[in-house]
């Protein structure tokens, strides 16, 4: 069964940290480019960040800029997304999904999506 998992997700103080995985099973991710996307409740889907099948390329919303990085490691057939410095509007559930296109956040294209992960930034 072809199926991405996000895990790390979880309760933070704003200022906190948290490491999200996006692990594949099923099918190599060596050949894919992967997305994370992020909900929050009431909102609309938002593209976060994206990393090409090589990692060569990245691309951040404006939002999370210089707070979050995103990388991968094809070995464990993973990627991972820092987050650094988080907010009370970074609360959302956070998704990874897989193309074989590029480097993108346009959902559409996407071909694989995992379940999402909670992330919640309180004090």
């Known amino acids: 069964q072809l199926q991405l998992v996000e895990s790390g997700g979880g309760l933070v103080q704003p200022g906190g940290s948290l490491r999200l995985s996006c692990a594949a099973s099923?099918?190599?991710?060596?050949?894919?480019?992967i997305g994370w996307f992020r909900q929050a409740p009431g909102k609309e889907r938002e593209g976060v960040s994206c990393?090409?099948?090589?990692?060569?390329?990245?691309n951040y919303a404006d939002s999370v800029k210089g707070r979050f990085t995103i990388s991968r490691d094809n070995a464990k057939n993973t990627v991972y997304l820092e987050m650094n410095s988080l907010k009370p509007e970074d609360t959302a559930i956070y998704y990874c999904?897989?193309?074989?296109?590029?480097?993108?956040?346009?959902?559409?294209?996407?071909?694989?999506w995992g379940k999402g992960t909670l992330v919640t930034v309180s004090s």
């Open positions: 999904a897989a193309t074989r296109i590029f480097c993108t956040v346009v959902g559409e294209v996407m071909d694989y």
């Open positions: 099923g099918f190599s991710l060596d050949y894919y480019a």
């Open positions: 990393i090409s099948s090589s990692g060569g390329r990245t």
